[in-house]
C-alpha cells in the first residue's frame, strides 16, 4: 500500500467511529490535501472552519469536553502554530489544571518541497518543536507507511491528546 493509501485507512478508521466530528478549513470544500480524506465523515460531522486556526482548536477542546472525539486538520504545520495558546496553555495543561484528559485528535502536514515548493511559510516541519513543548500531547510523525494506521488506532484507543503529523511530500 502506498503512503496515501494507509493516511487514509487511518482517516477512515477514525471517520467509522459514531464519536468523532473532523473540524477544519476545506472540509466541505475542496482546498487542500486533507478535503479527500474529511470526507469520509458524513457531511453532518464535518464542521467547516474560517480561517482562524486559534479559534478552531480552542473549539476542538470544546467539543472534546462536551464528550466528542474532534479531528482537528490543519493543512500545514505553519498554520497550527496560528493556535500555540490554545495548544500550549490549554490543551497540553488541562489535566495538571484539574480538567482531565480531554480526547483530541489534531492532524497537520508537513508541506511539500517538490514537486512544488509553496515557500517557507507553508512547508514547516515542526513535529520536534511540538513534542518539547507539549509534554502532555502524544506527538506522532508519519514517516512510512506502516506506521499511519497504528499511529490512528492508539489516537482512538488512547483518550488523550494526539497530534498527528502527515508529510507532504509522501503523499
Known amino acids: 500500500m502506498t503512503y496515501l493509501d ?3 485507512k487511518g482517516m477512515r ?10 473540524v477544519g478549513q476545506a472540509v466541505n470544500y475542496k482546498g487542500h490535501c486533507l478535503t ?13 472552519m474560517p480561517v482562524a486556526e486559534e479559534f478552531q482548536t480552542g473549539f476542538a477542546l470544546g ?30 495543561k ?8 480531554p480526547h483530541m485528535i489534531l492532524v497537520a502536514v508537513k ?13 514547516a516541519g515542526l513535529s520536534h518543536e511540538f513534542a518539547s513543548m507539549c509534554k502532555s500531547i502524544n506527538v506522532v510523525d508519519i514517516i512510512y507507511p506502516h506506521q499511519a494506521v497504528p499511529a490512528f488506532e492508539r489516537a482512538i484507543k488512547e483518550e488523550v491528546v494526539h497530534l498527528i ?7
Not at 471517520?15 to 468523532?20: M, N
Not at 508541506?111 to 512547508?123: A, R
Open 6 to 8: 494507509e493516511l487514509d
Open 13 to 22: 478508521l477514525l471517520a467509522d467511529d459514531p464519536r468523532t466530528l473532523v
Open 36 to 48: 479527500r480524506q474529511a470526507a469520509f465523515w458524513d457531511e453532518a460531522r464535518r464542521i467547516e
Open 63 to 92: 467539543l472534546a469536553l462536551d464528550g466528542n472525539i474532534p479531528v482537528s486538520v490543519y493543512p500545514r504545520h505553519n498554520f497550527l502554530l496560528c493556535a500555540m495558546s490554545q495548544l500550549v496553555n490549554h490543551i497540553d
Open 94 to 101: 488541562w489535566a495538571e489544571m484539574g480538567g482531565g484528559n
Open 111 to 123: 508541506g511539500s518541497d517538490f514537486p512544488l515548493d509553496p515557500g517557507p511559510q507553508h512547508k
Open 165 to 171: 503529523t502527515t508529510h507532504g511530500d509522501l503523499m
